[in-house]
């Protein structure tokens, strides 16, 4: 098991910028490629981000290319996706997992419990 938590979501407005962390407290996150989803209330999970264990390899979904930066910190134990220009539409819970690499081959076998983010006009 790899209890992942996500922290960082909020309520912010059209424009702004807001930082997510996902964390395992108590594990290292060193092995895993972690992928970033995001769900929009009646709408399906969908994959917007990830990094390779090692950092070295990112990938974005085309809806957030360009706005939104996927980072980790292999001594903190802790994996960032840094949210700039955010727009209506970005409102949704997002989760991280964790994909036992350490590149991102979509299998992600872990997942945390998600944080909010609104975006308001």
């Known amino acids: 098991q790899l209890p992942l938590v996500e922290s960082g979501g909020g309520l912010v407005q059209l424009g702004e910028s807001l930082t997510l962390s996902c964390e395992a407290p108590?594990?290292?996150?060193?092995?895993?490629?972690i992928g970033w989803f995001r769900q929009a209330p009646g709408k399906e999970r969908v994959e917007i981000s990830c990094?390779?264990?090692?950092?070295?390899?990112?990938n974005y979904a085309d809806s957030v290319q360009g706005r939104f930066t996927i980072s980790r910190d292999n001594a903190k134990k802790i994996v960032y996706l840094k949210m700039n220009s955010l727009r209506v539409d970005d409102t949704a819970t997002y989760f991280c997992?964790?994909?036992?690499?350490?590149?991102?081959?979509?299998?992600?076998?872990?997942w945390g419990q998600g944080t909010q983010v609104t975006v308001s006009s």
């Open positions: 108590g594990y290292a996150l060193d092995y895993y490629a």
């Open positions: 997992a964790a994909d036992q690499g350490p590149g991102c081959r979509g299998r992600y076998d872990f």
């Open positions: 990094i390779s264990s090692g950092g070295a390899s990112r």
